[in-house]
């Protein structure tokens, strides 16, 4: 592993405070390090901060876990073919996978980098059974077409929520729009617990299912079978996973949650920055906020096509780097990767527009975290290295 050094501005770094840090000592000396109260907190308080009963929510240890669940709960078979986007982190493909099912990419829209709905018209058959529109970098899907696409084929829409937090689309937020929406609280992500996911459904009968599969199909959780009402038994209804999340987690999530908007409100000040500072530069900025949505500003993503910049994007990586500054790539496209075009036969080519942006991205830092002072070295090394080419 490289070792940076103390003026290294680490990628997605997240804002721990004290709250935190409170709340995880607290886990600690109650003993309460699994499944429990805070678990229970942290839903009920998400699902409040989304408008929705908190039945409707259930806490996992990772949105591959959150997906994977809410395609068993959806109902999907093997062979069932489930549309999503080249243009996103494997684990969406992934969970389509381990949950038997087939996975069929649609491309992307150039401008929003979302999946466009009029690829996923054109991918449906008699075998699809499902969509997972992913809101890539926050900012939200064209879901008036894809839910009426959903509507018109009888297809579940299961919400990849990975980077959309705070996102809404006319009124209605990211998670809420699908049959099921699944979020991230990985280390980089907008709310952090570490590792951790949720997944919001339409009732609370799925709620229940979920929350079985993700702790081995088991009819009762650690916290109902040890709890201070006395010893509950517990039945095994499905053949489930170990995929609930802990209190540990959790402890961290609550205070996470709790300054939601003021981290948004502060990564939203510098999307502008950087919106402002690069206008002049030869690369491909963000598209503008679409009317009638608020994008979560989870990644400020440039492209950095050769023939406009004069500098490759993998160069451009190796320069930032060297300048002590970490940066992302999100993401190659799906098909760039080994596995997939061995196991489908997928080419980059079969989905332009998502390879062309896969090739050119680069996520600059986008943190909380970051001081004014961070936020001008970013810029003027952006500035420098495409300066001198």
């Known amino acids: 592993m490289a070792e940076y050094g103390q003026n290294f501005l680490v990628f997605g770094s997240p804002f721990i405070g004290e709250e935190e840090v409170a709340e995880v000592a607290h886990c600690i000396r109650t003993g309460w390090l699994g499944t429990g109260p805070k678990v229970a907190r942290f839903e009920r308080e998400f699902a409040a901060y989304k408008d929705i009963p908190p039945e409707r929510a259930a806490a996992v240890n990772s949105c591959t876990a959150a997906l994977h669940v809410s395609m068993i709960a959806a109902g999907l078979q093997p062979g069932d073919e489930v549309i999503t986007t080249p243009l996103t982190f494997c684990a969406t493909v992934n969970a389509i996978i381990h949950a038997g099912a087939t996975p069929v990419l649609a491309d992307v829209n150039p401008v929003t980098m979302n999946i466009d709905p009029a690829m996923i018209e054109d991918r449906i058959t008699s075998r699809t059974r499902a969509v997972i529109p992913v809101h890539f970098a926050g900012r939200p899907c064209d879901m008036d077409a894809i839910c009426a696409i959903a509507e018109k084929h009888s297809l579940k829409i299961i919400e990849d929520c990975a980077h959309a937090i705070e996102t809404e689309y ?72 170990k995929y609930n999340m802990m209190d540990i987690q959790a402890a ?94 997928w080419k980059p080519e079969q989905w332009p527009h998502a390879m062309r942006i896969g090739r050119q991205t680069v996520s600059l830092p986008l943190s909380a975290k970051l001081t004014d002072s961070d936020v001008e070295r970013v810029v003027s090394v952006v500035r420098e290295i495409l300066s001198l080419h």
Not at 207 to 216: E, G, I, Q
Not at 220 to 228: S, Y
Not at 268 to 295: C, G, M, N, S
């Open 170 to 241: 006319r009124g209605q937020k990211a998670g809420t729009m699908g049959d099921f929406g699944c979020f991230s609280f990985y280390v980089t992500k907008n709310i952090v617990t570490g590792e951790g996911g949720m997944v919001l459904a339409r009732n609370e009968a799925e709620v229940s299912r979920v929350k079985m599969l993700a702790l081995h199909g088991m009819t009762k959780d650690a916290w109902h079978r040890f709890g201070d009402e006395g010893h509950k038994h517990y039945f095994v209804a499905e053949c489930g996973f």
């Open 252 to 345: 961290i999530g609550i205070h996470q949650l709790a300054r939601v908007e003021s981290n948004w409100l502060r990564r939203r000040e510098i999307w502008k920055q950087y919106q402002l500072a690069f206008a002049d530069l030869p690369v491909i900025r963000p598209a503008p906020d679409q009317a009638e949505t608020r994008h979560g500003h989870h990644l400020y993503t440039l492209l950095i096509d050769e023939s406009r910049s004069g500098i490759s994007r993998d160069a451009f990586l190796d320069a930032m780097t060297a300048a002590e500054i970490g940066v992302g790539v999100h993401y190659l496209s799906i098909p760039e990767h080994p596995y997939y075009q061995n196991r489908f036969g």
